[in-house]
Every structure is written in C-alpha cells, then in structure tokens.
C-alpha cells in the first residue's frame, strides 16, 4: 500500500510503523517540534489536507485521526479510497487496542505487538510511590486535568495524585493556588509554545507563573502527550523518576 497521512496524530503510527518507500506523504506537522516522531518525518514528503493535492498523489489508503474535517472519510472513500480512521485512547489500557488496531491495518501486526510490548513492561516497571505528592498540571495556555482523562491516568500511574480534583480539562484554579499550592509542578508544552501564551490565559497570571518558579517542576516534552499514543510512557517515566528541575 502506499500510503497518505493528514494529521499529525496520524503521522505517527505511519512513521513508526511503516517503511519510507510506503509512504507518500504525511503532514505539515509531522516534523514539527510537538510531533514525536519528528526525526522519521525529514525522510519523506508533506501534503496539506487538501481534496485535491490528496487525490494527485493517488495513495492505495489514507490514515487520519481528525485531518480533512468531519466528513474526509466518506470523501475519500467515495473517490475510491479505503481511510483509516485512528481512535482515541480515553485511558492507558486503549493505547493498547488502538495500537494494535493500527498496526494490523497496517499490515504489520508484528510491529503493534512489539510496541504494546514494551509500553506494558516499561508501565509494569514503574515503583509505587508511598508518598504520592499532589501534582498539578499545567500548559502555557492555562489549562489542567482532573479525573476522566488521559492526562489523570499518566499522573496515577506515576504513583503521583492529581492536584485537580474536578474531572475534565479546566483552566488553572487560580484561587486555589494561593491558599492550597500544588507540591509538584507537571509542567507540559512549555518547550514547544514558550512564547504562545494567550492573551486571555491564566498562565499570565502572576499566581500562575510563582507556581513554576517556586515548586519543583517536571518539564514534560509536548511532543509525549501531543496524542494518545505509546510514547506517553516517556512522560510516565519522566514523573515517577523524578527528573525535577
């Protein structure tokens, strides 16, 4: 098969599982700094999710997490070609299944099962953690996670608790900075957006700000939790080790 990718989510599976001279394209993103597998990217071409540039390159089948819009699978499908629609992982055990989906449709069913592999041994190897500190999450556009996400499940199985307690994505609870700080500092994105903070966010916020200069931080690669995938075992390891700036 030769193969087309549209998103950078989707990039990902295609470059880790799939040799150069299958693929056609992926996308603009794919060597971005957030994009994990950013180093396979240089080695083949990049196509914008256009109808029209997708279709010139005729691919055999296109992989897509949410590039084209709503409606591409059907698009495409109806010019003739099969779309591999990437599903969400809502928690740790998905990674699994959504992997190995993947990589069957793939054709390297092989490949999936060694990556699970390796994701479920380095989970598997991750010390508990007595002490468990309250540990917040934070982005430069002022954002948090409470139960319910992926992002929660990451910090548990770090043998860390979630500082936010409310479940969902949220913005900073800035009151609740002031009088109940967090202990430690899940700092992720910083890396690849240092200069993208809104205008609006509470990351502006000096209360905000004080928690990263006077906390003990983990700076979590963006590119490790920029999707659902197997590679966020890296955040995983980066929390539970400890690696505190």
Not at 9 to 33: M, N, T, W
Not at 85 to 92: K, M, S, T
Not at 166 to 180: D, I, K, M, N, Q
Not at 187 to 211: E, I, L, N, Y
């Amino acid at each position: 098969m030769r193969i087309v990718s549209l998103d950078y989510c989707a990039d990902q599976y295609v470059l880790k599982f799939v040799s150069p001279d299958r693929i056609l394209a992926v996308s603009p993103d794919a060597g971005r700094e957030f994009s994990f597998m950013r180093d396979k990217a240089q080695a083949v071409n990049s196509v914008r999710p256009r109808v029209e540039n997708v279709l010139g390159l005729q691919p055999d089948l296109i992989v897509r997490s949410y590039g084209g819009g709503a409606g591409a699978q059907a698009m495409y499908e109806r010019a003739g070609i099969p779309v591999l629609n990437i599903g969400y992982a809502n928690n740790l055990n998905e990674i699994a299944s959504v992997t190995r989906t993947v990589a069957h449709r793939l054709g390297v069913p092989d490949r999936g099962e060694a990556v699970i592999a390796d994701f479920e041994n380095r989970l598997g190897a991750i010390a508990a953690n007595e002490t468990a500190p309250q540990t917040l999450y934070m982005t430069p556009s002022g954002v948090t996670s409470g139960p319910g996400t992926l992002i929660h499940d990451m910090l548990l199985a770090a043998g860390l608790a979630n500082y936010q307690t409310r479940p969902g994505w949220r913005s900073l609870p800035l009151e609740e900075l002031v009088y109940a700080p967090p202990e430690l500092i899940a700092a992720a994105f910083f890396d690849t957006q240092p200069h993208k903070t809104g205008a609006w966010s509470s990351m502006r916020h000096p209360v905000a700000t004080t928690q990263l200069q006077q906390r003990p931080v983990v700076s979590l690669n963006g590119a490790w939790t920029s999707c659902s995938a197997w590679f966020l075992i890296d955040a995983i390891e980066a929390l539970a080790q400890g690696d505190r700036s």
